[in-house]
């Protein structure tokens, strides 16, 4: 690890983007957050098209709970996963396409199919890696409670 701070886990000096290709440092993008929510997701998967609205409004609320999203793409091209957040996305960040993060939190949380949402603390520990069921069942409010408890 050497002298990153642990509490960034995964993403310690890793930049984020944001739809319109702006990049931001993970250390600030997530500054104040208590959780993230590793969205492993891909524009030409219908099970995710379909869920990424939903998450669209559930982050409304959750990113003022303490909740940042970060989106790992399964996307083909660049192209493809930057017209993905533009047309359906929450205002929240992605590992930029291409990054060897992305492959490596893949493999970390064992990610067999999508879309799945990995909720985890700051340092890496896994809340749960069912957030997306928790996000189509419960209110942002009760979903991120219990994500804390």
Not at 9 to 17: H, P
Not at 47 to 57: E, G, I, Q
Not at 104 to 120: R, W
Request: hydrophobic share 40%.
């Amino acid at each position: 690890m050497g002298n990153q701070p642990t509490t960034m886990d995964s993403l310690a000096g890793v930049k984020l983007a944001k739809a319109d290709g702006s990049l931001v440092e993970a250390e600030k993008a997530l500054a104040g957050k208590e959780l993230i929510a590793y969205y492993f997701s891909g524009h030409w998967c219908p099970p995710c098209r379909r869920f990424t609205p939903m998450l669209k409004t559930f982050y409304q609320e959750a990113s003022a709970l303490g909740v940042e999203i970060v989106f790992v793409s399964s996307d083909q091209s660049e192209e493809a996963m930057a017209d993905y957040m533009k047309e359906s996305h929450g205002d929240w960040f992605a590992v930029p396409y291409g990054e060897k993060t992305a492959e490596e939190l893949s493999k970390k949380y064992d990610i067999a199919g999508i879309p799945s949402l990995v909720v985890v603390k700051l340092d890496g520990t896994v809340v749960t890696k069912e957030g997306d069921e928790d996000v189509a069942d419960k209110t942002p409010a009760d979903a991120v409670k219990a994500w804390k408890a």
